[in-house]
C-alpha cells in the first residue's frame, strides 16, 4: 500500500514540476506495487493451511485450500472480526461457515483432524488409540488427558485460547510423556499448519 502511496505522491510531483525522475519513480513504485500482489497472489493460490484462530471465548478453526476456506466456528461474527485482516492479507475469499456445535472428524488434504469441543469421547475406551495428524481442543473444554489421550493417538495436539492453564498444563505434560507434539496458542499465539498436497 505504501508503493501506490509513493505512486501517486510521485506522479502528481511530475504534472506539478515536469520532472522526469520523479516519472521514473512513480513507475518503479507502481511496478513493485503490482509485482507485490502477484506474488501474494501466487502464494494464496500455492497455499493450503489449518489455521486455528486466537480468541478466550470462540473457537475458530479455518481450513485453507488456495483462496477458498471453510471456517468452523461457534460465532462467525466474532470470527469474522478476528481473521478479517488476516484473510484480507492472504487475498482469500469469504469463507463458507460451518456452526461448530459439536465435535467433528474431519479429512483435508490427506490429514485427519479431530475437533473436539463436547464430551464426545468422556467415558470412551478403545483397544487401539485412533491415529490422527491433530487434535484440536476447543471451547473451554476439560476431558481427562489420560483417557483422551488413550482414545486418540495424535501427531499434533493444540489447545486453543478458551482452554484453561493449569489443563493446558496438565494436558501438555501427558502429551509430553507419549512423545506427541503440544500447541497452546493462548501461549504462542494462533496455530497456522502448512500442508503440501497430498
Known amino acids: 500500500m505504501m508503493m501506490l502511496f509513493a505512486f501517486f ?20 513504485c507502481l511496478f513493485l ?4 500482489n502477484m506474488v501474494q497472489h501466487i502464494k494464496t493460490m500455492r497455499s493450503n493451511q489449518i489455521v486455528v484462530f ?17 471456517l468452523m ?10 481473521a478479517g485482516r488476516f484473510w484480507k492479507s492472504r487475498k482469500l475469499h469469504q469463507p463458507d461457515f460451518i456452526q461448530l456445535d459439536r465435535s467433528y472428524f474431519k479429512q483435508f488434504m490427506g490429514k485427519k483432524c479431530l475437533i473436539l469441543v463436547d464430551d464426545f469421547l468422556d467415558g470412551k475406551r478403545t483397544l487401539h488409540p485412533i491415529s490422527i495428524d491433530l ?3 476447543g471451547n473451554a473444554l476439560k476431558p481427562d488427558s489420560e483417557e483422551l489421550l488413550n482414545c486418540v493417538k495424535p501427531k499434533w495436539c ?4 478458551t482452554i484453561s492453564a493449569w489443563y493446558m498444563e496438565k494436558l501438555k505434560e501427558a502429551c509430553r510423556k507419549r512423545k506427541i507434539k503440544f500447541y497452546a496458542v493462548s501461549k504462542e499465539g494462533a496455530y497456522i499448519c502448512d500442508l503440501k498436497r497430498p
Open 73 to 82: 466456528t461457534n460465532d462467525s461474527l466474532v470470527a469474522e472480526k478476528i
Open 158 to 161: 493444540v489447545t486453543d485460547q
Open 33 to 36: 506495487f503490482v509485482a507485490m
Open 54 to 70: 486466537a480468541d478466550r471465548k470462540h473457537s475458530h478453526i479455518d481450513f485453507i485450500s488456495q483462496k477458498y476456506h471453510q
Open 135 to 137: 487434535l484440536i481442543i
Open 9 to 28: 505522491i510521485l506522479i502528481s510531483f511530475y504534472f506539478e514540476n515536469k520532472k522526469y525522475w520523479s516519472l521514473s519513480g512513480s513507475l518503479v
